[in-house]
């Protein structure tokens, strides 16, 4: 199953960015980023291709980007601009979902 790590506490405004080991070649196909506020369903934020293509949710266009190494097996989540909203527990995995859920982590923005 993927390992998320990287997120943290901060302050509306400010960047984190989050990565995911997964197994080799496990993100050969895609790669995604979804996360899940407190009492909330969890939700697709970002997803790059195999050629690089990539998308996201409109609520954080423009402020995320979404990579891959070259090997893909490491995704990454570079989030800016951060938003109290944005707080959740980040996961990755394909989309559709096909791998394992992670244990996620934890991003918490304050206002």
């Known amino acids: 199953q993927p390992v998320e790590s990287g997120g943290g506490l901060v302050q509306a405004g400010g960047s984190l960015t989050l990565s995911c080991t997964a197994s080799e070649n496990a993100f050969t196909i895609n790669a995604a980023w979804y996360r899940q506020a407190p009492g909330k369903q969890r939700d697709w934020v970002a997803r790059?291709?195999?050629?690089?293509?990539?998308d996201y949710a409109d609520s954080v266009k423009g402020r995320f980007t979404i990579s891959t190494d070259n090997a893909k097996k490491t995704a990454y989540l570079q989030m800016n601009s951060l938003k109290p909203e944005d707080t959740a527990v980040y996961y990755c995995?394909?989309?559709?979902?096909?791998?394992?859920w992670g244990q996620g982590t934890q991003v918490a923005v304050s206002s």
């Open positions: 995995n394909s989309r559709p979902p096909f791998l394992s």
């Open positions: 790059i291709t195999s050629s690089g293509a990539t």
